[in-house]
């Protein structure tokens, strides 16, 4: 069945320090790939997508590239600031028979962004 | 527009005691969804509807679980008996396109 791996937190990190969250997964076919985010005292919010190989999202100032051939969908920011302390989720959308198209979510990763 | 609508935020109950949550997806989104949040964990996908069908309910355990759609429109999701390790996060989601998501806040439930 699919799955998603993300790496273990808490990962915690200095502002403006460059932020890395790596994500695998293991799909039939070529799933939609995600990053949900969860603010604390929030609801899940979708961040970014990309719906095919080589697909780059990108929604404010994070980015994560579609790479089919290591099955990775790592999440990327350049400079982090406090405001980003939050959980963050690599989910897979699913293609299933009679148009089931839930999402499979990995276990998330709790960032925290000192001053 | 307004977003996916979901009431109880927090339920306190007993093992053995039965409880309901509801939801009202987002405007003309035909799927809907409900997923459960243990904590630490990511949402695990418990029932999608297409409309007031059942896509998906494979991970639903439905000797406890039980969920409806009857108008195709709101839902409710109800655990009877309630155990220990129900106590989580249930998230309700609408979408309107594959795979495109808008998640509630959730309906925190804590068994004790």
């Known amino acids: 069945g699919n799955s998603v791996t993300q790496m273990e937190g808490p990962v915690t990190l200095s502002e403006e320090a460059f932020l890395t969250i790596n994500c695998t997964y293991t799909a039939t076919g070529y799933p939609s790939l995600f990053w949900y985010v969860q603010y604390p005292g929030e609801g899940l919010q979708l961040l970014l997508k990309?719906?095919?190989?080589?697909d780059k999202g990108s929604n404010k100032g994070f980015e994560a590239t579609y790479r089919k051939e290591t099955t990775s969908f790592h999440l990327e920011k350049g400079s982090v600031q406090v405001s980003d302390s939050a959980v963050y989720f690599c989910?897979?959308?699913?293609?299933?028979?009679?148009?089931?198209?839930?999402?499979?979510f990995g276990k998330g990763t709790h960032l925290i962004i000192q001053p | 527009e307004a977003g996916v609508a979901q009431s109880p935020r927090y339920k306190i109950i007993e093992k053995r005691q039965s409880v309901a949550f509801w939801c009202n997806p987002i405007s003309g989104h035909a799927t809907l969804y409900w997923y459960q949040q243990i904590l630490g964990q990511g949402p695990k996908l418990l029932i999608q509807f297409q409309n007031n069908g059942v896509v998906d309910d494979s991970q639903l355990p439905k000797d406890r679980f039980s969920a409806e759609r009857l108008k195709g429109v709101d839902s409710t999701l109800k655990i009877q008996p309630a155990k220990l390790e129900d106590s989580a996060v249930y998230l309700c989601a609408s979408s309107l396109v594959a795979n495109v998501l808008t998640f509630g806040a959730g309906s925190r439930l804590t068994v004790l």
């Open positions: 990309a719906t095919k190989a080589d």
């Open positions: 989910a897979l959308g699913n293609i299933g028979g009679g148009g089931a198209d839930g999402l499979t």
